[in-house]
């Protein structure tokens, strides 16, 4: 066994209440006990405090003992200069709130809190170990045999916050401490509710947390979390996947050197695949693609539950096969860059204050930072790139055909009175492709191709040979290459979609068709409505003697020039 360590303390930022949890603990008196070193202290007449563990953000850990049956506990104190603030120390309670409704053995226990005597407190159980970030860092990358009942323990844990109404919203490997029990070296106890979020009735919540605000560890943060969206349990699906990227790889998936530029990661760059960052790891294309589905974009696209990604986890090696995972269409924002001057990992950023606010952040080391409206600025700037890419159509375009025509200045002639019915262009046909031959000796991948609503061909760019149907629940086969293959996706009345694909592994993609626009006949395309002005038809006047013949009036001559382009066209 190392030697032991405490649980890290929670450098949170900002901590939700909610229905159900205890009335709000009152701000301890104005002459509160010195807690700068409370050992030798007795609190309330029954923790003796042995020692110093170690200090966070919001107070310090002690070793302490029951002086009644002596058992050792952790007793988590929150600093003298926080516990005059009742907002602080509730939310310095919620974790202790938080945890103590999970009865799950991989959870914490918390077994006390008090804020009589001067000194906010909860007491919680001594563990002695490491956290998982201390493991990798000393040992390495992980093999599977290792990570799997780590991963499973950790699914168990946050099922059982989650059927709380509970969302833990900064897991992270230094969230999960690794102790001994009985001959297992691996047992996992999750920490550190400090910024959960307990669901149900938002009235309880008393302004501590709100849509709009950002929590949890820029490395481990959800796309919807990165955008200050309100969470709900799939952010720490995607937290865990990003911890079964980094035991299993040694490192996280997204790294940057600001915080923004690991958010914008998030939200704007796929994953690199776990096996092209590390090759020699143990990991099989069932492992790799339940990390990948984990950190999906689209929460809807993800583990629907940690039972279900649990389940994904036990199935590895059984002949199940590799789960679906998606290729998603990621919008980005433009080229202009905003810079963020200062380094920070776990925030809490007010959206919608430009100038004033505040927030916390902290790294993986529970160092904390605090820094003011600037990053609300540069969250705004991403979010205002969105809004101004999504709204303010002021109507469809007009084009030129769209235009009034111009009223001609000789009389129209009249129709012929036997007209000769126009016959309609042929539409020409398109060739009947042809099914694409594979080469029975080389290495297959099997590709789910989806279009909703519609069936189309899957054709070879090149030569527009067919490899099969869209839809197709088995799937279509490929040629197994490290190159990049363009396909087109064909279905009648829809326009063609051109995909590139690299097949170098099973893979799911996504996509929709347009509908092909045919103008109908004999009906003008919707424009702005003209006004009509009807003119009375003036009589006749009797013509003088000898009248001078009328000059013919010369045409107008319209001209359009042909550099001139519909900008939507796209022409």
Known sequence: MTESKQPPVSGATVVATDAGAPPPVQAAPSTPVPTDDLVGTVLADRYRILKRLGEGGMGTVYLAEHTTIRKKLAVKVLAPEYAQKSDLVDRFLQEARAASMISQENVVEITDFDASGGVVFFVMEFLEGEDLSDTVKREGPLPW????????????????????GIIHRDMKPENCYRIKRGKNEDFIK????????????????????????????????SPEQARGERPD?????????????????????????????????????PPPAPTSVNPNA?????????????????????????????????????????????????????DGRTEFVGGAASAAIPVGQTGTGEFEVSRSSNRKWVFGGLAAVAVLAIGGFVVANMGGDDGPPVEANDAPAPEPSTP????????????????PTEPTPTVKALDPAKEKVRFKILTPGVDADIL??????????????????FEKSEDELKLILRAPGYEDLELSIVPDRDKTYKRRLKKRRTPRPGKKKKGKKQSTVVKPVPLPKTPKKDPKPDKPKPKKVHHTSSDLKDPFGGG
């Open 282 to 334: 143990d990991i099989t294309p069932e492992i790799e693609a339940i990390i990948l589905k984990a950190l999906q974009k689209d929460k809807e696209l993800r583990f629907q539950s940690m039972d279900e990604m649990a389940a994904a986890i036990e199935a590895v090696g059984t002949g199940a096969g590799p789960v679906d995972v998606v290729s998603e269409n990621i919008a980005r924002p433009s």
């Open 233 to 269: 349990h799939r952010v720490d699906v995607y937290a865990v996947g990003v911890i079964m990227y980094e035991l299993l790889t040694g490192r996280v998936p997204f790294t940057a050197d600001t915080f923004m530029g690991i958010l914008t990661k998030h939200m704007f760059e």
């Open 190 to 221: 999750v920490l550190d509710f400090g910024i959960a979020k307990v669901t149900g009735d938002e009235g309880g919540d008393k302004g501590l947390t709100r849509t709009g605000m950002i929590f949890g560890t820029p490395e481990y943060m």
């Open 145 to 164: 045999a290792r990570v799997k009942p780590i991963m499973l323990q950790i699914c168990r844990a946050l099922q059982a916050a989650h059927d709380r």
């Open 412 to 427: 129209t002639p009249p129709p012929s009175p036997d007209p000769q019915p126009v016959q309609p262009e042929p539409v």
């Open 460 to 477: 070879d760019a090149r030569d527009l040979g067919i490899y099969g149907k869209t839809n197709d629940p088995n799937g279509v086969e």
